[in-house]
């Protein structure tokens, strides 16, 4: 048995010292980044945040409107190709090739479901290999498999949490590591199982071995709010993917529920008289993790007897359009960017200093 002693951190665990800048103004901040690849030929341009792959953000309402801000949506693998063949005749498919990115994991159906898709629009520039456990044998040797039958695809893979494996993967044949185990929202895998790796730090060390060989990394899962996805940026991750942020909105996937509450205030008759309290609905979104047992029951038949489920399931305010949400987000980003003087979010690492904290905001009114 072995222990790490070194210091790992969480988002909550630091702060952006803010810097001298000559930035007058955060319209001034480019979001947009361009990217080449170690393996795939193809260069790619725009902003580097992705919906993640879980059916309730992995949508094709979701890809809609991030196609406009140029974000990437990665697809859930649960849509039959028909619903591909609707969605892709009613949008702009150079627009989809950039930003629409399917997503699969190891099994042989996986492999059979993305021939056919790719098959129906081979133009699809990016694809997502995603397994909750990036770090057996196994997996490398299918990313080297995928690698050879796409040469020209920008693929993702992972989700893995240290250098060694970002490395392997990378030279197995990926481009892009998504790096993350058990920092998700909906995600009980540290719960279940006692396994993980504070995100901020995964981020920071799978970054500085992933940029050593012309790779990138994904950081994924655990951002709660603009500030840590600036942080994910801050700490070398070249594109952040989100979930619970992304949820409860008009776009995102997951059965809407209506209750009626108690207020504390009174309705009264035309005379002022008491008649009883008043009541309002509060509108809900359901949103849950990928291995919850919902997810389970909805795609696979329930849990296996050899599983135990390693995501929740929660209850998310309905949020409205999630237009307002990207805007916030990308305006805390361009915010950040000014308060350290980064120009361009691939600027922000080298105009990073994070300060250890005690506490991260003040939490008066909550
Ligand atoms: P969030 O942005 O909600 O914090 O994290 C989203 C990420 O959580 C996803 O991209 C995926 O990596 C991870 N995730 C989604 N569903 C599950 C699940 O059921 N279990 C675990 N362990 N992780 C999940």
């Not at 296996?304 to 359009?321: F, Q, T």
Request: net charge negative; proline share 3%; aromatic share 10%.
């Amino acid at each position: 048995m072995l222990i790490e002693e070194g210091l790992r951190i969480d988002f909550s665990d630091v702060l952006f010292k803010p810097m001298r800048s000559t930035l007058r103004s955060r319209s001034e901040v480019q979001l947009i980044r361009k990217m080449k690849f170690r393996h795939s030929p193809a260069t790619w341009e725009g902003v580097p945040i992705m919906a993640a792959n879980m059916d309730t953000t992995g949508t094709f309402a979701i890809a809609r409107k991030f196609m406009q801000y140029r974000m990437i949506t990665t697809i859930h693998k649960h849509y039959t190709l028909d619903d591909w063949k609707a969605f892709l005749a009613d949008i702009d498919t150079a627009q989809a090739a950039e930003y629409v990115v399917p997503s699969m994991g190891t099994s042989d159906q996986d492999i059979q479901r993305i021939r056919e898709l790719f098959a129906l629009f081979p133009r699809f520039k990016f694809l997502c290999i995603d397994v909750a456990n990036g770090y057996s044998e196994f997996f490398s040797g299918f990313v080297r498999r995928i690698r050879q039958e796409f040469p020209e695809i920008i693929l993702i893979a992972g989700n893995v949490v240290s250098g060694d494996m970002t490395q392997e993967l990378i030279l197995s044949g990926a481009d892009i590591v998504k790096v993350g185990i058990g920092p998700g929202s909906a995600c009980t895998t540290r719960i279940q199982t006692g396994v993980g790796m504070s995100q901020l730090s995964a981020i920071i060390d799978c970054a500085n071995v992933a940029h050593g060989l012309d790779g990138q990394v994904i950081g994924d899962g655990g951002c709660t709010c603009p500030g840590d996805v600036a942080k994910a940026f801050g700490g070398g991750a070249d594109f952040v993917m989100i979930g619970g942020m992304f949820a409860g909105h008009d776009e995102s996937g997951g059965e809407m529920i209506e209750e009626v509450h108690q207020t504390s205030q009174m309705e009264t008759d035309d005379n002022g008289t008491v008649i009883g309290p008043m009541y309002e609905t509060r509108r809900y979104k359901m949103f849950y993790g990928m291995s919850s047992k919902k997810a389970n029951e909805k795609y696979a038949g329930g849990l296996k007897d050899y599983r135990s489920s390693e995501g929740r399931e929660v209850k998310i305010p309905y949020r409205g359009p999630i237009e307002a949400t990207i805007i916030d987000l990308t305006g805390g980003l361009r915010s950040a960017c000014t308060y350290v003087g980064a120009r361009t979010i691939k600027d922000l690492p080298k105009c990073t200093t994070f300060v250890r904290v005690t506490t991260q905001y003040n939490t008066m009114y909550e």
